[in-house]
């Protein structure tokens, strides 16, 4: 057990997930679910990746209509998985306040059923690990 959570692997892993901000203070961390849905592993794991539903899905809070522009964002493949890093998005009410700004995401996809983002906005950042 680290940082209140157990991490598992179902087999020997092939590298050490990263968290290596997690100590940081700077960093807000939110834990996120667990949320009971109706669909597979990965079909979750691509749902979270695809920022490109926010505007007609998520409506006047990760998106609108009005802006439903991505900017183009860096992938890359790494040793220890997947990472898209700046990708910038608009969302109207970014921190529940009604205040909205264009926001950076960093998408990392570890193992096959594990995702990690980082939000940042305004300079400050918050992490979630699925």
């Given at each position: 057990?680290?940082?209140?959570?157990?991490?598992?692997?179902?087999?020997?892993?092939?590298?050490?997930?990263r968290?290596?901000?997690?100590?940081?203070?700077?960093?807000?961390?939110?834990?996120?679910?667990?949320?009971?849905?109706?669909?597979?592993?990965?079909?979750?794991?691509?749902?979270?990746?695809?920022v490109?539903?926010?505007?007609?899905?998520?409506?006047?809070?990760?998106?609108?209509?009005?802006?439903?522009?991505?900017?183009?964002?860096?992938?890359?493949?790494?040793?220890?998985?997947v990472?898209?890093?700046?990708?910038?998005?608009?969302?109207?009410?970014?921190?529940?306040?009604?205040?909205?700004?264009?926001?950076?995401?960093?998408?990392?996809?570890?193992?096959?059923?594990?995702?990690?983002?980082?939000?940042?906005?305004?300079?400050?950042?918050?992490?979630?690990?699925?």
């Amino acid at each position: 057990m680290q940082y209140g959570l157990i991490w598992v692997t179902l087999g020997i892993p092939r590298s050490t997930f990263r968290r290596s901000r997690v100590d940081e203070p700077s960093y807000r961390k939110m834990l996120c679910g667990p949320y009971l849905v109706n669909a597979s592993g990965p079909r979750i794991v691509e749902n979270f990746l695809d920022v490109g539903h926010f505007p007609f899905v998520h409506e006047h809070i990760l998106g609108t209509r009005e802006r439903p522009e991505i900017d183009d964002y860096e992938a890359e493949i790494l040793p220890d998985g997947v990472e898209a890093r700046s990708v910038r998005v608009y969302q109207p009410d970014r921190t529940a306040t009604g205040v909205g700004a264009v926001v950076a995401y960093t998408y990392r996809v570890p193992r096959p059923l594990a995702a990690y983002l980082a939000k940042e906005s305004d300079g400050r950042a918050s992490r979630c690990c699925c």
